[in-house]
């Protein structure tokens, strides 16, 4: 079955720094999607990259990239020069489609909490 | 454009209980979903559909039942609410493309927080 581990439950980032939040995936699918979302602590759920399974380079939005290694099963998510507004939680995602239809399976995620 | 919208936003209710939630879209998505959201364990998928009419059991849908009457409309029941069912819902949709598509990406409601005493 699909599954998405995200190991770290928290991080600490300084101010301007970049993180790197880890996740891992599983599927025997080799068409799949891969995404990343944050959510404040206001609770939406906000879309921030994403990741095709046959894509050659890794996918790129402003200050987040996301670190695909297909060999590994990872999908590792780098936010650049930190700022105290990334403080949240961090869901990595995938899109499962073993069945035939298109339902996403998320991770327990990373809250994120950036120090200034 | 008001995109996925949930109501209602707080709920309490009583051990055995029952209710429903409603998720409503506006654009056009063939595709929708009910997750759940308890700490420390993500968003788990209660059940989604595929289009009007249809709906599959997601990965935790023991004590739910939906309903697709309407494509835009994707109801959440809750027949005997029972404490564990304490969570956040959010409900969320998305259209139809390839799977290699940024346009899988989905459109989520505020959720709806539901207590059960």
Known sequence: ??????????????????????????????????????QPSSGEMIFLIYQGSYDE???????????FQKARKSANLVISASQLGDSAMYFCAMRDTNTGGFKTIFGAGTRLFVKA | NAGVTQTPKFRVLKTGQSMTLLCAQDMNHEYMYW?????????????????????????????????????????????????????????????L?????????????????????
């Open chain 1, 1 to 38: 079955a699909q599954k998405i581990t995200q190991t770290q439950p928290g991080m600490f980032v300084q101010e301007k720094e970049a993180v790197t939040l880890d996740c891992t995936y599983d599927t025997s699918d080799q068409s799949y999607g891969l995404f990343w979302y944050k």
């Open chain 1, 57 to 67: 380079q890794n996918a790129t939005e402003g200050r987040y990239s996301l670190n």
């Open chain 2, 35 to 95: 997750y759940r959201q308890d700490p420390g364990m993500g968003l788990r998928l209660i059940h989604y559909s595929v289009g009007e009419g249809t709906t599959a059991k997601g990965e935790v849908p023991d004590g739910y039942n939906v309903s697709r009457l309407k494509k835009q409309n994707f109801l959440l029941g809750l027949e005997s609410a029972a404490p564990s069912q304490t969570s956040v819902y959010f409900c969320a949709s998305n259209g």
């Open chain 2, 97 to 117: 493309s390839g799977v290699n598509s940024g346009a899988n990406v989905l459109t989520f409601g505020a959720g709806s927080r539901l207590t059960v005493l």
